[in-house]
């Protein structure tokens, strides 16, 4: 073995190469899937999807389990999974792709000009609405993706999403 190990150069190429391998290590799975072009085909879009709704329903049952299920509008935030498979950024078409392979229904887009005071009266609705249910509650898991600006809806710019608990 060569004595130029310990150098001073040798040591910080090996520290960049280490770097770069764990910052590799820590990559969202979901990015993966990205082409080099941007563009994601239909079976990434069903992976993600798939993906996103395993993790969801994981997240779940061990929110369910330790009975850490918050009751009411406030729900229990999911937004870091979702942004696992639906980055900011990405195309609303792709989006709600993605979403809907999850088992979301994805409504409509508001129009620019929609009414109303709310913030988020231009962001677009995914439900699920019975993703979990008895004779006495509903589980529902919703997100809303948020455009550039009203009426764009070329790329997301922020994600909510979270799991709703409700009980008679």
């Given at each position: 073995m060569s004595g130029n190990l310990g150098s001073p150069l040798n040591r910080r190429g090996l520290l960049r190469l280490g770097l770069a391998a764990m910052l590799s290590c820590f990559a969202l799975p979901g990015m993966s899937l990205e082409k080099e072009n941007g563009q994601m085909t239909s079976d990434?879009?069903?992976?993600?999807?798939?993906?996103?709704?395993?993790?969801?329903?994981?997240?779940?049952?061990?929110?369910?389990?330790?009975?850490?299920?918050?009751?009411?509008?406030?729900?229990?935030?999911?937004?870091?999974?979702?942004?696992?498979?639906?980055p900011i950024g990405t195309s609303f078409d792709d989006a709600e792709t993605i979403l809907r392979f999850a088992g979301?229904?994805?409504?409509?887009?508001?129009?620019?000009?929609?009414?109303?005071?709310r913030p988020d009266k231009y962001d677009v609705s995914a439900f699920i609405d019975s993703f979990d249910h008895g004779f006495a509650y509903n589980v529902q898991v919703i997100v809303l993706l948020k455009p550039k600006a009203?009426?764009?809806?070329?790329?997301?710019?922020?994600?909510?999403?979270?799991?709703?608990?409700?009980?008679l």
């Open positions: 990434d879009l069903d992976r993600r999807g798939k993906q996103l709704r395993a993790e969801i329903e994981l997240v779940y049952k061990e929110l369910k389990s330790a009975t850490k299920l918050v009751v009411g509008y406030r729900g229990n935030d999911i937004r870091e999974i979702v942004l696992k498979y639906v979301f229904t994805v409504y409509p887009r508001p129009e620019a000009n929609a009414t109303g005071d009203p009426g764009d809806y070329s790329d997301i710019s922020g994600i909510s999403a979270g799991i709703f608990y409700s009980s």
